[in-house]
C-alpha cells in the first residue's frame, strides 16, 4: 500500500496516537494562540472582535512587560548558576565510592520529585518571620538582629526564590552532570597524573571537554524548565513584593487569570515563545557539541 | 584508588553537606507536624520533637476538605498513568525496536514537546477545555497532565527499549509471532522496570502539577491536593500544623512510589541524557 511495506504501517499505527495527541494538545494550541492574540477577549467563554496587531502594539511599548522580560533573564541567570554550581560539587561528591553511594545516587533526587506545594511550605515555615528556624539560626549566632522578612523587599524575595527554586532543582542536574562525569575514563586522569599534572590542569583539559554533550542538554533543557517556572515564585510571592519578582510567566499567568485579559495574554505568550525560540536556536548553533555522537545515538 | 586522608576528610564534610541540605528541611516539616502547636509556634525551636500527638493529621482527614482533594488527585493521577502507557508503550516500541523510516525526526518532534515551555500552553489550552466544555471536570486535568508526562515517558524508556537484543524478537517472528504478540508478550515483560518508571513518572507529574489545576477547577468539590495546600497557605492566619501534616500526607505517596522504581528511574533519566 502506497509503497509502504506492512511492517512500516504497523510501525506508524503505533506513534500515531501518541502524536495526534501531541498535535491536539500542543500544536493545535500554539496556532489557536495566535488567533486569540489578534481578538479583544477579556474573559473566556466571552465573545471577542477583531483587533489585529493592537495587543502587541500595547505589549511591546509596555514597562510591565519588558521589565519581566529583564526579570526572566537574571532569573534563567541566577538560577543557572546557583544549579550548575550546586549540581557539579554534588556530583563530583556522588562520584566517589563510599558505603550508601547507590542509595544516595538515586535519593538525591527527592527535593525535584516533591510537589512545589510542598518545597513551599517547607521554606515558608523555615523562613517565616515569626518563629522560623533559619531566623531563629541567624539571631542567636549574631549574624543579624532581629529575624528577617525574607519575601519584604524585592531584592532579598528575587533571591530567595532563584535559591529555593535552585535548591529544587539542582538535583535534577546533578543526576544528570553525575553521569556524564561517569564516562570520562579513569584512565585519562590516571595519565594525567603522571605527566604531572595539576588539578586546574585536569580539570580543564578532561573534565570540561569530556562534560561537554551533559553540559549542552543541562544548558538547553535547564533553561527551558527554569524558564518555564511559575508555582514557585507564584505561591512564595504572588510576584511581588510590588510586582519585583514578576517573571514573564507570573505575568502571562496574572494577565489573564487576575487582570482578565485573556488576549493580551495570548500576545504575551506569542512573543515569548519567539524569544524562547531564538534562544534556543542561537543556543544549538553555537553549543552543538559534535553531531556524529549524536546521530550514532539512535 | 586510594584516597589521601585530607581527601577523605574533604568528601566527608562534603557528603554531610550535601545529607544536610537536601534531607533537614523534610525532617524539619515532618517532626514539627506531629508536634502540639504550643511547641510547633514556641519561641525556642526544639529540633527533637518533645511532644507527639497526632492532632493535626486528625484535622486534617476528618475535618477538613483534604480529603477531597486526596480522592481527586488519586483519581487523575490513576488516569494519567493509564493514558500516558497506553500511548508511550505502543510509540516507543515503533521507535526503537522497528527501525521506522523518518524515525529520527519523530523522535525530535518528540524532544521538542518535552522541553517546551508549559507556560505558552496556558491561555490556549483553558481556552481549549473551555470551549470542549471541560473546565470544572478532572478529565480537563488528565489531558494536560499525559500532555506533559509523555514525551518524557518516552525518552526514559530509550534506554530500556534498546537493550533487548535483537534476536529475541527474530526468534519469536519466526516460531509465527506478529507484531502485537511479540508488543504484548516479549517486549513489555523485558522492559517492565522501564514502564514502572514511565507510570511511577506519570503519576508524580500529576500528583504535582499546580498551575493549570488553578485556573482549570472553579469548585471545592474538584479540587486537586496542590492547589487544596495552595488555598491554605494563602490564608491570613496561617495553621502551621495542618499545613505542615498535609505536606507530609502528600509527601508520602511520592517517597512510596520512587521507593520502588527509584533506581531505573534514574538510570532511564542518565542514559537519555548522555545519548540524545
Not at chain 1, 198 to 215: C, D, E, M, S
Request: aromatic residues 12%; glycine residues 6%; contains cysteine.
Amino acid at each position: 500500500m502506497f509503497g509502504l511495506s506492512r511492517r512500516t504501517l504497523v510501525g506508524y499505527l503505533y506513534v500515531a496516537p501518541l502524536l495526534v495527541w501531541l498535535a491536539l494538545t500542543i500544536a493545535y494550541p500554539l496556532l489557536s494562540t495566535v488567533i486569540l492574540s489578534l481578538q479583544d477577549i477579556r474573559i473566556i467563554g466571552t465573545e471577542g472582535s477583531f483587533v489585529g496587531v493592537d495587543q502587541y502594539r500595547t505589549i511591546l511599548t509596555s514597562d510591565a512587560f519588558w521589565s519581566s522580560t529583564g526579570r526572566s533573564v537574571i532569573w534563567v541567570l541566577g538560577n543557572g548558576l546557583a544549579q550548575t554550581l550546586a549540581a557539579f560539587i554534588a556530583a563530583l561528591l556522588l562520584r566517589e565510592a563510599f558505603p550508601g553511594v547507590r542509595i544516595a545516587r538515586v535519593w538525591i533526587i527527592l527535593s525535584w520529585i516533591v510537589p512545589t506545594v510542598v518545597v513551599v511550605i517547607i521554606w515558608r515555615w523555615m523562613l517565616s518571620a515569626s518563629g522560623g528556624i533559619v531566623n531563629y539560626a541567624l539571631v542567636s549566632f549574631g549574624v543579624v538582629e532581629r529575624p528577617i522578612g525574607f519575601f519584604s523587599t524585592g531584592t532579598s524575595a528575587f533571591a530567595s526564590v532563584i535559591l529555593i527554586n535552585a535548591w529544587r532543582m539542582f538535583p535534577f542536574m546533578t543526576v544528570i552532570m553525575l553521569a556524564g562525569l561517569m564516562r570520562i575514563p579513569e584512565e585519562l586522569y590516571e595519565s594525567a597524573a603522571v605527566d604531572g599534572a595539576n588539578a586546574w590542569q585536569k580539570f580543564r583539559h578532561i573534565t570540561l571537554p569530556g562534560l561537554q554533550p551533559v553540559l549542552f542538554v543541562i544548558g538547553l533543557l535547564g533553561t527551558l524548565m527554569s524558564f518555564n517556572t511559575f508555582d514557585v515564585i507564584w505561591l512564595l510571592t504572588g510576584g511581588g513584593p510590588a510586582g519585583s519578582t514578576t517573571t514573564l510567566p507570573v505575568l502571562i499567568y496574572d494577565t489573564a487569570f487576575k487582570q482578565y485579559r485573556l488576549s493580551r495574554a495570548a500576545a504575551m505568550s506569542v512573543v515569548t515563545g519567539i524569544l524562547l525560540l531564538v534562544f534556543a536556536l542561537t543556543f544549538i548553533r553555537l553549543m552543538s557539541p559534535r553531531t556524529e555522537e549524536q546521530e550514532s545515538a539512535l | 584508588m586510594k584516597r589521601s586522608r585530607r581527601a577523605s576528610f574533604v568528601l566527608i564534610v562534603g557528603l554531610a553537606a550535601l545529607l544536610f541540605v537536601v534531607l533537614v528541611p523534610f525532617y524539619w516539616i515532618f517532626t514539627s507536624s506531629i508536634k502540639i502547636p504550643q511547641e510547633i509556634i514556641a519561641r525556642t525551636p526544639t529540633l527533637i520533637p518533645q511532644s507527639f500527638s497526632l492532632q493535626h493529621y486528625d484535622k486534617l482527614m476528618n475535618s477538613s476538605q483534604f480529603p477531597v482533594y486526596l480522592r481527586n488527585s488519586t483519581m487523575v493521577a490513576l488516569a494519567t498513568m493509564g493514558v500516558t502507557l497506553l500511548l508511550c508503550t505502543p510509540a516507543a516500541y515503533a521507535l526503537y525496536r522497528m527501525r521506522l523510516p523518518g524515525r529520527r525526526t519523530l523522535f525530535r518532534i518528540i524532544l521538542i514537546t518535552y522541553a517546551f515551555p508549559g507556560i505558552l500552553l496556558l491561555i490556549p489550552l483553558y481556552s481549549m477545555m473551555s470551549s470542549l466544555r471541560l473546565i470544572d471536570t478532572l478529565y480537563a486535568l488528565v489531558i494536560v497532565n499525559v500532555t506533559f508526562a509523555a514525551p518524557f515517558a518516552v525518552w526514559l524508556l530509550q534506554a530500556f527499549f534498546q537493550t533487548i537484543p535483537p534476536e529475541i524478537e527474530e526468534s519469536a517472528a519466526l516460531d509465527g509471532a506478529n507484531r502485537l504478540q511479540i508488543l504484548l508478550h516479549i517486549i513489555i515483560p523485558l522492559t517492565a522496570p522501564g514502564l514502572a518508571s514511565v507510570a511511577i513518572f506519570a503519576f508524580i507529574t500529576s500528583w504535582t502539577e499546580y498551575m493549570f489545576s488553578s485556573v482549570l477547577i472553579i469548585s471545592e468539590q474538584y479540587r486537586t491536593v496542590p492547589v487544596g495546600l495552595a488555598g491554605i497557605v494563602g490564608q491570613y492566619q496561617v495553621d502551621w500544623g495542618l499545613l505542615l501534616a498535609g505536606a507530609s500526607v502528600t509527601t508520602l505517596p511520592v517517597l512510596v512510589l520512587f521507593a520502588l522504581v527509584g533506581r531505573y528511574f534514574i538510570s532511564g533519566l542518565t542514559a537519555g541524557a548522555v545519548k540524545s
